[in-house]
Structure formats: C-alpha cells, structure tokens
C-alpha cells in the first residue's frame, strides 16, 4: 500500500489542493461571522454584515465544488490498491486453489477498498479543517488560540496514546465475533448431524466457550471505548467550556464580541465534527482494515485430506485411538436427548378407553438410535429375562396444563418378537406414542418399560431404535449413513446382506457401494427411508419403532422391508401404519380412536371397532408375512 502511494504521489498532491479549496469554507465562515458582527450589525451598518454573510455562502458553495472533487480524488487514489488486492487474491487463488478466494474477492477486498477510502477522507477532513479552523483563530485573535488549541492538543493526545490498544481490542472483537459466526454457521446447518453423532454436549461447550470469548472481547473494547468518550470531551467539547467561561476575560482583553462568536463557530462547526469523526473514524474504520488486510496477505494453510473407500466401514461419530485422550470411551454413535420437561398429560388406552377422542398437533420426532456404549467398566444394556419388548402402565401425557390428555391411563404390552401395527386418524396420537417409547416425550403419569428398563434411561435407549417418516441422511458415504448407530466397525458383508434384506442394493450399486458418497438433497424421499431403514436394521436395538417409515415406499418395498424387520432373531416390531395392508402384516393391530381404542387382529377389529372397518374398506388382503 505504501508503494501504491509513493507511486500516486500527483494524485496526493490534486487530493491536497482540493482538500484546501474545501477547507478554505472552514476558514472563511468563522472569519465572516465575526467580521458581520463587528464591522456590520454591531457597528450599525446591516449591509456590511450582509456582505460579509454572502461571503461566507460563496466559501460554503465553493467548499462544496472542492468536496465533490475531493471523492474523485480519493477514488483515484484508493482504487489502484484496491486493483493490487484483487491481483493478489485471484493469484494466490490460482496457485494454491484456496477455497477462500472467492471470499476474499467478493467481500473482504470490498471492505478494504471501502475501509482505507474512510480513513483516508476523515484524516484529510481533520488534517485540513483543523489547520483552517486555527488559522481562523489566530486570525480572530490569538487569546482565542490559546484557549482552544491546548484542550484541542490534549484530546489528540489522548486519543492517540490509547488508539494501537483500542484497535488491538476492536481486532479481538472482530475476530471473536466472525470466530462465532463461522461456528453458527457450521452448527446451525448441521444441528440433525450433531444430533445423529451424540455430540450436543461438545458443540455446546466448543460454542460456549466461542460465546464467552467474544463478551470478553466485547467488554474489554466497551472499556477502552470509553476513552474515545474522554478525547471528545476533551478535545471538542471543553474548548466551547472554556470560551464561555472565559469570554468576560476575553472581552475585557481585547477580543471583540464577533471574534468571541467566530471562535465558538470554528469550534462548534469544525472542530469538533471533525475530531469526532476522525475519532470514531480510525477507532472502527482502522481496525477493519488491518484485520482485512491481514487476512488477504496471510497464508493459507493446505487443507488435510482423508482416504475413503475401506472394506470395514466405521462409524465416524467414533474417533479413532491416536485422537481420544488415554482412559476415556469412544463417543457414542447415539445419545439420547433429554425429553422435554413440563409435558402434562394424556389421554388413551389399549386396556382402557381414554375419555374424549382429542385433537392436537402431531410432533415430528428426530431419528433415534440406540445409546451407545456404556462407560468402561459397565455391561452394555441387555433385556431382562421374561420381561415383555414394551409394557406401557397407566401413562397419561397431554401437550399442556389445559389440554386435552393424547393418552390417558393407557395400558400396552407387547411381547418379544410380537409385531405390533398402530392405526388411527390423522392427529390422534400415534407418533406421540412412539415418542413415549422412544423417551422424547416424558409421561405425566404411569411407566413405560423396554425389555424391563425404565422409559426415559440409557438402559431403555441402547434397546430400541426410532425411524420417522422424514427419513434423516447425512453428507459422506453410504456405508457411514449405515452404520451411524453401530459403535464399532461393520463388516462389508453384514452391511450387503442387510441392504440386501431391505432392497437397498440398487441405490448401493447405483452410488458406487459402500464407499460411494451421498448426497441427501440428490436423493428421492422413497430412497432416504431405504437408507434410514436400513440404518435401524443394522442397529444393535431389539426394538424397533417404524412411525410411518415408509410412508414413500411403494407396497411391494414396504412389504419387503417390514419382511425383514419381522424376522430378525428376538427383534420386536411396532408399526405406525399409513396403510391398512401394513397393518393386516402384523400380528395385532392397536386402533388409536379416542374414547373407543381397541386392540386385537384384523378379524377381531373388523368386528369389534367401526372406525376400523372404515380405515378397511377397499384395500385387499396382501400376501401373509413369513416370520
């Protein structure tokens, strides 16, 4: 920059000659005023005073031609460094391939541009309306000199002692401050990633501490700000103090009353306007510019890439050994969030009818895997002997103090290998059911049970697994979408028989195998609950929840893959069913109606439930299930 400056050097000198054309108005105005006071209207002659009005608009209309010359100037003087930046980042762009060009090319060359245009107008504007507004002074009087010009120097000089400290801390601000931002901006688009990964508790610390690193930051600028408030003070306000309080000292020396007015003009319109901007002007405008520049001319660091593509596929929520600190386990592949507190109650029942038939808004419930491993030195969760899959005791829930209960005294127990079909209208409770289940949601009274472990608790977690209807895939490979519940590595052949098993093999083929990269927004939502299916078959969960999982599928996929979850060894199927021939697949039906909730076969139901004969009509009985 200061080649570029050195090199412009005529430009300076056109910036420096229309700067003083611009100032001259400084200078003319206060001169005007006193002299229409003194020479005009206090010594009787109005048109004197007049006279000397006009001048000081002719020096205003002329001071405006010099302004608008000025910009042109500056633009001349500023545009060739910015030219320089930009041939910088597009080689350093090309050469290195640096991911940040763009970025640098597209706004932080901008900011600079526009940043050291600021500096340089507000240090011309103080440089040269200072030296007009003195001159004008000592031109008035020179006892108004020495009354302004010492606060107006101590101002200055505390500004520039506290100026490299102050920029130093509006840096730190900013860099905390874009440190955060380039965090949220990761987080916030990848919440469901964290969610999938177990790490709630690691990113929440890793962006506390980016939080409480930029209050910091904030507190430690708000404090030296304050010495901006002080230079102006000092340095702007207090010569106008000083003028009134020693004006009877003033005029009694000599200093005429229209000096005495010129000099609070010079100080009031100039001088302290062009202290406070060039205060507040180096203060922000200089910080922004030495952050931008450092990061234009810094270099880059070449980015680490990782091979792909092994037989063994691993979860990646699990770090490898050279990076977990000695004595700790591997991250979970699966946490279970905590359900949300303050639930009140339900309404429903297998057993027993629930009071009135209610109407709410059906929660979305993210996809949940097993728990995880459990800490060194524990037994992984195992079901109880003779304890029933899911047993469900008197649980009442319902979305608010004053709602109607979604459940109410419900009562349900499915055994191990029971396949069990949840049917209902459109808001009558069934996802909250499975929400229970899986412990998102916390009944207000009663107890939910999986294979004999309490609901909400990492026993229970680590033993079912929930799939939704939006299916949940995450960017990298296939085989990592697969395995995102499995704690450890997967062999390639377990994870082709389980694509296999749910029709998953032609998307697999299509991606190029296991190793091939996903990505979720290529694909169609049949093929992401394929992929999602497919995940909680692999899962080491006995339970599986299935909430309209394949709501995208046609019959035949559906078919095939509730198939293959009927028949794995000692797994347990529950079913929210969107079709009527899913729900003829299982063993018994649960029919979610309110006041009249039954549960039996399809024979028993038809007979037994009208709202089942309804949601029967029409479809024809599908093929039995093989079990």
């Not at 000198?13 to 006193?34: I, K, Y």
Request: proline share 9%; glycine share 12%; aromatic share 4%.
């Amino acid at each position: 920059m200061r080649r570029t400056l050195r090199v412009r050097w005529r430009v300076l000198v056109r910036l420096g000659a229309w700067s003083v054309l611009e100032a001259g108005q400084t200078f003319v105005v206060g001169l005007a005023l006193a002299r229409a006071l003194d020479s005009g209207f206090l010594a009787g002659n109005a048109r004197a005073g007049l006279l000397w009005l006009a001048a000081a608009a002719l020096a205003v209309a002329v001071g405006a031609y010099g302004t608008g010359r000025v910009y042109g100037a500056v633009a001349a003087l500023v545009e060739p460094v910015r030219d320089r930046l930009v041939t910088a980042v597009v080689g350093r762009g090309v050469r290195e391939a640096d991911p940040g060009a763009l970025s640098g090319l597209t706004q932080q060359v901008e900011i600079a541009r526009d940043a050291l245009a600021g500096l340089v107008m507000v240090s011309r504007s103080f440089l040269f309306t200072s030296a007009g507004a003195l001159i004008g002074l000592f031109s008035l009087a020179p006892l108004l000199l020495a009354v302004v010009l010492p606060p107006l120097l101590a101002g200055m000089a505390l500004f520039a002692v506290t100026l490299r400290p102050l920029a130093r801390r509006q840096e730190a601000f900013l860099a905390a401050d874009e440190a955060l931002a380039g965090e949220l901006g990761t987080v916030c688009p990848g919440l469901r990633d964290v969610t999938a990964a177990g790490a709630e508790a690691r990113v929440a610390t890793d962006t506390g501490r980016l939080i409480d690193a930029e209050l910091r930051a904030a507190g430690a600028l708000a404090r030296w700000s304050v010495t901006r408030v002080a230079a102006l003070a000092v340095g702007g306000q207090s010569p106008v103090v000083l003028l009134l309080a020693t004006a009877p000292w003033l005029l009694d020396h000599g200093v005429t009353p229209g000096a005495l007015v010129g000099a609070l003009a010079y100080v009031t319109q100039s001088l302290l306007p062009a202290l406070h901007n060039l205060v507040h002007g180096l203060g922000t405008g200089g910080a922004r510019l030495t952050v931008v520049l450092r990061r234009l001319t810094a270099p880059q660091t070449p980015a680490q890439g990782h091979p792909s593509g092994s037989p063994t596929v691993r979860n990646p929520a699990v770090p490898d050994a050279a990076e977990r600190t000695p004595g700790t386990a591997a991250v979970p592949a699966r946490r279970t969030p905590e359900p949300e507190p303050n639930h009140p109650a339900a309404p429903a029942t297998a057993d027993s009818p629930a009071r009135s038939r209610p109407h709410h808004a059906r929660t979305t419930p993210r996809e949940q895997g097993p728990a995880g491993p459990e800490p060194a030195g524990k037994p992984p969760a195992a079901p109880r002997p003779g304890a029933p899959a899911l047993d469900l005791d008197s649980v009442t829930f319902a979305y608010g103090p004053a709602s109607e209960p979604v459940l109410d005294g419900f009562g349900l127990t499915v055994p191990v290998g029971g396949h069990l079909a949840v049917v209902g209208p459109s808001g009558i409770g069934k996802s909250t059911l499975t929400g229970l289940v899986a412990g998102l949601l916390r009944p207000v009274h009663g107890g939910i049970r999986v294979h004999g472990h309490a609901v909400p608790g990492p026993e229970a977690a680590a033993l079912r697994v929930l799939i939704p209807q939006e299916a949940y895939v995450h960017g990298g490979t296939l085989a990592e979408n697969l395995t995102l519940f499995r704690p450890g590595p997967v062999p390639e052949a377990e994870l082709l028989a389980a694509a296999d098993a749910l029709g998953l093999t032609p998307l697999l083929r299509t991606l190029g195998g296991p190793g091939g990269r996903v990505d979720p927004a290529a694909l169609s939502a049949g093929e992401r609950q394929l992929i999602a299916l497919t995940r909680a078959y692999l899962a080491p969960a006995p339970l599986a929840l299935l909430d309209e999982a394949t709501c995208h599928l046609d019959p035949a996929a559906e078919a095939h893959a509730e198939r293959a979850f009927a028949g794995r060894p000692g797994g347990t199927l529950v079913v929210v069913a969107h079709r009527i021939s899913s729900a003829r697949r299982a063993d018994r039906i649960l029919v979610m109606d309110g006041a009249h909730t039954a549960t039996g076969t399809h024979e028993e139901l038809l007979r037994a439930s009208a709202l089942y004969r309804d949601l029967a009509g029409g479809w024809s009985t599908p093929a039995p299930l093989a079990r």
